[in-house]
Nanobody
Framework: QVQLVESGGGSVQTGGSLRLSCEAS????????MGWFRQVPGKEREGVAA????????NYADSVKGRFTISYDDAKNTVYLQMNSLKDEDTAVYYC???????????????????WGKGTRVTVVS
């Protein structure tokens, strides 16, 4: 059973940086799509970034392009989300997600993922 555990959330000032981590366990397939999503109360879950664990294209939501970077450490089975130049509107609960995939192109679309972490809260304050 795949388990995903996020960490690294917290409170940060506008313009600051945070790095989120998501440690995965129970991977049984050769490669996975890994994604980061976020959600605020009353709104739908929003895709932030996605990548393939065996390399391939990374994808980002327009709202975070140039500020956020997704990466994967194969040795640690951990996906990261480096968030720079944080804005108030980045405040949300951030979720990590995974899905086994034979394709190297991964999208930040929630319904394409079958495993989810419990989330880590990010608060950006002015």
């Amino acid at each position: 059973q795949v388990q995903l555990v996020e960490s690294g959330g917290g409170s940060v000032q506008t313009g600051g940086s945070l790095r989120l981590s998501c440690e995965a366990s129970g991977f049984a397939y050769r490669a996975y799509c890994m994604g980061w999503f976020r959600q605020v109360p009353g709104k739908e879950r929003e895709g932030v970034a996605a990548m393939y664990t065996s390399g391939g294209v990374t994808n980002y939501a327009d709202s975070v392009k140039g500020r956020f970077t997704i990466s994967y450490d194969d040795a640690k089975n951990t996906v990261y989300l480096q968030m720079n130049s944080l804005k108030d509107e980045d405040t949300a609960v951030y979720y990590c997600a995974a899905a086994p995939s034979a394709l190297s192109y991964c999208r930040e679309v929630a319904y394409e993922y079958m495993y989810w972490g419990k989330g880590t809260r990010v608060t950006v304050v002015s």
